[in-house]
Every structure is written in C-alpha cells, then in structure tokens.
C-alpha cells in the first residue's frame, strides 16, 4: 500500500502525543506567613514546582495616608509618616519637611542639617540590618538574625537618646530638628542640643557595626548554600527596573549608578566622600551585596558626619503657627529601600492640599508578577526576601 | 556478682533487662542532645538558652517540654485515616530503637550482635521512611501530603549514598557484623577513618540528609509547609518525632563511629579497661559528630529540593562508587 | 513661566535650560516651581509626550503617577481659595537615571468624565499606579489590561482621594481650622518664635 502524500504530511504534522490532565494548584502565600515581611498575599497558580501568574494582592494595611495629610498640620504630618516605612522611621520624614521647607523658603541651619543626615545615615543602617537578619533567615540560616539585630540594638539606642523613639522618631520639625528642652522648673526654658556623649558613643557603635557586617559577610560570603540559593536567582534587567520604577539597591544591583543622595540636594551628601556600590548581574545576591556594601559606605558617612559637625541653632526661626505659602513641590529622598518622595500641593494652609506619597517598596513589588514567572516555589521565597520591602511603605 | 549473672543467664530475664535499657536510652540520649541543641544553638547566637527551669543551667527545660507534650490534648484530624496516623510516629520511633540494637558499646556490650549488623542497621533505618511518609499521607492536609512526598524523596535519594558509604569500610574489615568491624580496627591499629575518609565523609551527608535536618530540612521548612508532613502533629505524638530525631541523631553518629572512627576503641587502652570505658568513649566520640551535626543546623542555610537530589545522584553516589572501587583495589593488592 | 519669588527677573533658574528643552520636544508648556520642572501638555499629547520623554530625552525611570483634585467646596481641609478651576490634574513624574533630571508631566481633565489613555505600554510601572488613581479618584484609564482595586476591597464604593468624599472620623470631630495648635508638654511650643542653639562651643568635640 503506498501512502498518499497528504496522508503523510498529515501524520507528520500533528502532534501525536498524549496530553496528561494535570491540574495545577493555586497557592495562597500569606497574608498572614513568616517571610512576606508583613501582610501581603501572593496568589500563584503552581504546576508541580514552578509558578505561573503570580498576583500580588496589597492593601491589608492601607491607612489612607493621603487623606489623612489633607486634614493634619505639618507637625502632625512629621508624626504619621514616619510610620509609613517603620523599619527606617526617619528617613521618612526628612524629605516632607524638606518639602515644606522649599515652600516657605526657609534656610536650614548647618547644624540641624548634619544632625538630620547622621540620623537618616543612621536609620539606613538599621534599615540595612534588619535586611541582614531577616534575608538569611528566610533561606534557613538562623545565626545572622542574632548577630544583625544585636548590633541593631546599638543604633537604637542611639536613635531614641537623641529623638526619644526608636522606630518613630518625630524629630523632624519645619526649619531644622527638634530641640529638646529640659523637663524640670528650672531647665524648661533651656534648650538642649544632642545628648551627652552621643557622639562618642557614636563613632563607637559605628565601630560595633563595622565588626559585625564583616562577620556577617564571612558567615554568608562564602557559602555555597547561599551561592546556590541566590546567584542567578531573580534577575532584574537594568531597563526593566527602570521601567517599573524599582529603585535604592534594587536598581543597583541591577548594575545602574544612580543613587539620590548624590543627585538632590535635600541633605548635604555633597560635602561628604562616599562611593555608590553597584551589583553586576542583578540577582538576589547581588541585591544582598548591595547592602552590605551600603551599610558600610553609610559608616563611612556618619564617621565624617561626626568629625565636621558645626555647632549653631538647631531650628531656623519659624513662626509660632505654620503656615505654609501656596505652591507645589516634589522632594525626592533616597531611603533606605529607595526613592522615596512627597509631592507637596499647598494652599497656604496650615496643611497641605495634597500631599502625594511616592514609596519605594510600592514600585518595587510592582515588578513581583514579572520576576516571579516561572519560578520554582522555593525561589519565591528567596527573590521577595531580596527585594527588601516593607509593608507599610507599599500600602502607605 | 554470681547471682546477677545466673539471674542474667536467664533468657527471658536479659530480654526484658535490654528492652528496659534500649527503652530508657531513647528518651535519655533525646533529652541530652536535645538539651545540647538548645544549649549549643544559644551559645552560637550570642544568647543564652534555657535558663529558668532547673536552676541557672535549664536543664529541666526538656524535661518540662516533655511533661508539657503528654498532656495535650490529642488531636487528630477529623479527615485524617486514623489507624495510620497514629502507627506513623510509632514507626519512626521503632526503626530509631531498632537501630541501638547493633550498636557495639565495649567489647561484648551489645544488645545482639548480628552477623549481618551493618545491613539490618541500614534496613531498619530506612523504615522511618515509611513512617513520614504515612505521616504526611495520613494527616489530610494538602501541605502535609506534599511535605511528606518530598521527605520522601529526599530519603530515598539519600537512601544510596548512605549505604555505599560504608561497602567500604565492609570490605577493609571483612565482616558485616558490627562489633567485627570495631574488633577489626583493633587489630589493624587504626581507625579506618585514615583510609575512608571518602566514605565517612559521604556518610556523614547523608546522615544529615537522613535526618531531615539544615541543610537538608526542605521537607519540614520549607514555607508554605509549615511544618510538613509534621504539620498536624501535636502533643505526645510530636513527642515522639521530635524524641525519634533527637535519637536518631545519636544513632547514626554512633553507626559512624563504629564503622569509621574506632567504635569503643583508643588506641593505648588495653582490653580490660575498655569494658567498663567503651560505652564512655564510644559516647564522647558520638557526642563529637552531634556537636557536628548541631554546629551544621546553626552555620547553614538550606539546599532547594533540585539541588539537594542533584547531589545525592550527581556528586555523593559516585564519590560512593569510586571509594568502592579503590578500596577493594586496594584490599586485593596490598 | 512662573519662577519662586525669591528670584530676581534676571537669574535665570539652573533648570530652565532644560525645561525648555522638555517643552519643546514634547509640544507642552513648561513652569518651574521650587525646583520642580512641570511641562504641561494637552490630553491627547499624553501617551506620545511621555514616549518621547522616554526615547529620546532619556527619562526612563517611572517615578509616580497621580492625580489631585481641585475643587471648590470640600469636604476636608481647607478649600483651595479664589478662582481655582476645578479639574482633575493628573501628574507623571519621570526620570533619568544618569544626573537625576526630573520632570512632572501634567495634563487636565475634566471633572465629570475623567478619562485618559493608559501609560502601561510606556511605562510598566504605571499599571498599578494607574488602578490606585482609578480607585482613589474615579479616573478612567483607556487600555489598561485590568483596572481592579488595588487598597480598598473588591466591594468598595466611591473614590476616597476626591475633595467630595468626606473622611468620616471628621464628621464626628469638625476641622479645627487655625486653632489646632496645642501645648507641648515640657513648656515650649515647639513652634515657638525663638530658637536659640547651645553655646558655639561643641560640647561632643
């Protein structure tokens, strides 16, 4: 029997294979799971292994922080957003009162300017640190967790002898930084500067710090678990980040040199020397790598912070009830997890018109549904963990 | 003295004298190392541990968590196939007890030497798999089924580089039976670590591979498992996982120390004194490869599924065959 | 062009140069306020001011996109005052990741069909921030893939951020207005006229 041609062509062309009914299961992670870093939820459909559109679900802890600005005054406005991301509670601040600041024009004293970057340079750390602890912990490492936040502890404790809090701050007033008065009879009218021996006790801890990121790094530098769990993970192409407005040590990672600090003018970086580190593949070590690097680029900072401070006031003269003049404003930060800015629209008010939030940690999961397409179970876990987000930074 | 040993003597009276002792060591040898754990894991991270119950050291901590696990209540599913649920953990605990039978504590200190110890001893160790598996399968729960079928193949895998760890250390000694093979070391003077440390090396692994412990705990840790096929387990029932762990650590650090590092055995220590020092040295070296293993849980972080089973196959398993090969080369030449 | 106040007719702003180059490539009008470059362009210049934004001025970095209300009458806060036009302003604020270079892209909608093309083919980034002004404001965004809420639940109504919808914890409470000024503890006001450092010495030197 001779085959016809088209008989031929036709077995040839169709695909003759069996197609097994597999099911594939959604997987709800979170909100409530050890490693979202808060309440976010992942709805992902997995197929054995390997996850295929992956959502995100946000807003469990949205407060309405822009509504909110709409009926506060500005000193009441520096109390609630520091909350916004709570793990570097005054970075948060800086750039808002910076904002208002631009609009009433007023100059900020030397002083209160070096105060308010050794603290943002401080709560990088502390940021930076909890990162170190909690990224580790995620791939199965316990022992940096204890190492990190005890160090931790130090920056702490540093924070809350100058502001009186250790993750909400408040210190942020329009025209420099708090200063403290004394609290008895007799020292109530007497303003206060730093606390003593804040300083020393400063270069001290930046020293603990300095010993305890090295023995972070020799702990996972070199391990190979860690090597396998993270290079080549999740990499983030530079174009993509930029599109999705990923910022702060994601991007960096990415391989981009960009860093606010040494492109706005909201706190004087410029009169500082530090390098920028940059990571070269982009992937969750390098996302690691980054950080680690930035904590100790921010010692660095605060170490000639503390040699050069000037003395002077610590607030300009403001009037007794702020009002500031009409105009709009966008003041960029780089925070700890990255750009984060406040689009201020004021009436002359004593508060705003609207204030825009921008938070990094928003922009920075937005890009979750297209890294984590395709990607075994376990490397979730590891590729949110490197992204370093916050909760109340994605849902403001 | 005489009338312990014709009391001894008696069959019935030394099977129930060894069922008493195998049954004590189990709980005993957990809480000890269970209490080194916590110790040791506190030491490592800059903390304290236990520090409250039984005085400044804690030791009573287990003891407290172990009243604590009995009386919970004892829940059990409502969808969970019970009979098998409950023989799960049972299981576990069996194949862990089985396992202390063969292990040769001094020169004529075991509970039964068999000739076969080395084969029964990996036989009855791979029984546990079953019993996670049961675990996992009976506790209705999607996770746990998942965690238990992953458990499941990691011990599989982990199942051949274990056991062609120690051919070697057959063939140098001649005998599968375990107090041959440490009468073996004696005679030739050394360990035979010296020459095996291919084998011990891979044993070792898969010990840790065995016991679902960092970095090998992706079956228990994993995060959307919670704690795997353990999940649904609570009170007395995770007891006995948790006791079986602890054990089998002892276990298997002890199996090692018979076939590779000596058994009971110093060098310089005559045959007389190693009766009443054997069980002490053989715990002392034992102890070192838990101090290993707790060292190993605390320093790492832990393999993905597909790392872990590439390598078993990729890396352990021909390392395995190659010390085989080399040693029975070596045994015919030299 | 409006420039701050504090500057004479004769210093021309740092940023001018480039705002004007901005405006000119995209076809918008550009104003400087308090450092900010603003281009200002019509509703259907949106989607190609920001293509060519992002190919050929080199911002390709998506900073944020919102929107504000101006409305007379509000229901919070303090109204805006005389003569404003009430409109929706969306704003986009764009980057370059090399010298930092910044413009807000504006355009405005009308208040009672809010309606402009989605950026998400420019942009990626702007998927989500475009469903929390959807959400928030009520804008329509023409060719977004999924326009679903982003903070508030599935069943939620209305659109929090519009002057219109009241914030309930102040129907209970009105707003104080200027008089929402309270003592600190300790003494001072911490708005107080005077404020005087330390000593010049550094007491930590």
């Known amino acids: 029997m001779v085959l016809d041609q088209d008989l031929v062509r036709h077995l040839a062309e169709s695909s003759v294979s069996v197609e097994l009914e597999t099911e594939d299961m959604t997987l709800n992670i979170g909100p409530q799971h050890p490693s979202t870093h808060g309440v976010l939820r992942l709805v992902a459909r997995v197929d054995g292994e390997r996850a295929f559109d992956v959502h995100p679900v946000i807003g469990y802890m949205h407060r309405g922080y822009e509504k909110l600005s709409e009926v506060r005054t500005y000193p009441q406005i520096t109390a609630l957003v520091n909350r916004i991301d709570w793990v570097s509670g005054y970075a948060n601040e800086v750039p808002f009162i910076v904002a208002a600041e631009k609009l009433m024009e007023i100059e900020v004293p030397e002083r209160a300017q070096y105060i308010r970057l050794i603290l943002t340079e401080m709560a990088r750390i502390s940021s930076h640190l909890v990162f170190m602890a909690s990224y580790p912990l995620e791939l199965g490492a316990a022992t940096p967790l204890f190492f990190a936040l005890r160090e931790r502890e130090r920056v702490l404790d540093l924070l809350e002898g100058v502001t009186g809090g250790r993750f909400h701050p408040n210190f942020n007033r329009i025209g420099g930084v708090k200063p403290a008065y004394g609290s008895g009879s007799s020292t109530r009218k007497v303003i206060q500067d730093l606390p003593a021996g804040f300083l020393a006790e400063t270069r001290d801890a930046m020293d603990k710090v300095t010993v305890v990121v090295d023995e972070i790094n020799s702990l996972v530098a070199g391990n190979e678990i860690i090597l396998a769990r993270t290079k080549g993970i999740g990499v983030l192409p530079p174009e993509v980040a930029a599109s999705y407005g990923v910022s702060g040590p994601n991007l960096r990672a990415s391989g981009v040199k960009f860093d606010l600090r040494k492109v706005e003018d909201y706190l004087p970086y410029h009169l500082f020397d530090f390098e920028v580190p940059v990571g070269e593949n982009g992937d969750c070590w390098d996302r690691w790598h980054v950080r680690l690097l930035e904590i100790r680029q921010s010692v660095r900072i605060i170490q000639q912070a503390i040699d050069g401070i000037p003395s002077g006031p610590l607030q300009a003269k403001v009037p007794k009830v702020i009002k500031v003049p009409k105009g709009e404003t966008y003041v960029r930060a780089e925070n700890p997890k990255g750009e984060m800015g406040y689009y201020l629209v004021s009436n002359g008010g004593q508060g705003p018109y609207r204030l825009k939030i921008r938070s990094a940690s928003f922009s920075n999961i937005s890009i979750l549904p297209w890294i984590l397409e395709g990607v075994l179970v376990p490397d979730i876990i590891a590729i949110m963990g490197s992204l370093d987000f916050v909760l109340g930074d994605v849902d403001r | 003295m005489g009338f312990l040993t014709d009391l001894f003597s008696n069959f019935w009276v030394s099977l129930a004298g060894k069922l008493l002792l195998v049954g004590l060591m189990i709980p005993l040898v957990g809480l000890v190392i269970g209490f080194a754990e916590l110790k040791l894991s506190a030491k490592m991270q800059a903390r304290i541990g236990p520090y409250f119950a039984g005085g400044r050291w804690g030791w009573a901590q287990l003891i407290a968590d172990g009243v604590k696990f009995f009386q919970k209540e004892d829940l059990i599913p409502a969808e969970a196939d019970k009979p098998v649920f409950k023989i799960a953990p049972i299981l576990v605990l069996v194949s862990t007890v089985g396992l202390l039978v063969v292990i040769p504590f001094g020169p004529g200190l075991i509970f039964r030497d068999l000739s076969v110890g080395v084969f029964y001893a990996l036989a009855i160790s791979s029984l546990s798999t079953i019993g996670i598996l049961m675990a996992g399968w009976s506790s209705a729960n999607k996770y746990s089924l998942m965690g238990g079928l992953r458990a499941a193949g990691q011990l599989i895998a982990y199942e051949l580089p274990l056991v062609l760890a120690v051919v070697g250390a057959v063939i140098l000694a001649g005998t599968m039976s375990m107090a041959g093979i440490v009468e073996a070391q004696i005679s030739s003077g050394y360990p035979y670590v010296i020459f095996q440390f291919l084998g011990f090396g891979v044993f070792m692994i898969a010990a840790l591979a065995e016991l679902t412990r960092i970095p090998f705990d992706m079956p228990i840790a994993e995060s959307e498992l919670v704690m795997g096929y353990l999940t649904e387990y609570s009170g007395f029932r995770f007891l006995f996982f948790f006791l079986a762990e602890f054990a089998n650590m002892f276990s298997l650090s002890a199996i090692a120390v018979t076939l590779f590092l000596g058994g009971y055995w110093l060098p310089g220590i005559s045959e007389d004194v190693l009766a009443w020092a054997g069980p002490v040295i053989l715990m002392a070296k034992a102890f070192l490869l838990v101090f290993i293993m707790i060292w190993f849980r605390w320093t790492f972080p832990r393999f993905r599924e597909d790392q872990l089973q590439s390598l078993s196959w990729k890396i352990l398993v021909p390392i395995a065959l190659a010390n085989i090969a080399i040693t029975a080369v070596f045994k015919v030449v030299f | ?205």
């Open chain 3, 1 to 205: 062009m409006t420039s701050s106040p504090s500057e004479t007719e004769t210093t021309i702003h740092p940023l001018q140069e480039f705002a004007d180059e901005v405006a000119g490539a995209v076809g918008g009008e550009a104003e400087i306020t308090f450092d900010t470059v603003k281009v200002r362009v019509s509703p259907d210049q949106w989607v190609s001011a920001l293509t060519t934004a992002r190919d050929d001025l080199g911002l390709v970095f998506f900073s944020f996109l919102s929107a504000v209300d101006w409305s007379a009458e509000v229901e919070v806060g303090d109204p805006p005052g005389e003569g404003v036009e009430e409109r929706f302003e969306m704003l986009a604020a764009v980057g370059d990741l090399g010298a930092g270079r910044r413009v807000i892209f504006t355009t405005d909608l009308p208040k009672d069909s809010p309606v402009i093309p989605s950026l998400v083919d420019v942009y990626s980034g702007a998927n989500w921030h475009e469903r929390e002004a959807h959400e928030m404001f009520g804008i329509d965004f023409d060719g977004h893939p999924d326009l679903a809420h982003l903070y508030l639940p599935d069943s939620f109504v209305g659109n929090p951020l519009r002057k219109s919808y009241p914030l309930l914890s102040r129907e209970v409470k009105p707003w104080p207005g200027t008089v929402d000024v309270e003592a600190m503890p300790g003494g001072g006001d911490e708005t107080d006229e005077t404020s005087e450092g330390p000593s010049e010495e550094n007491p930590e030197a």
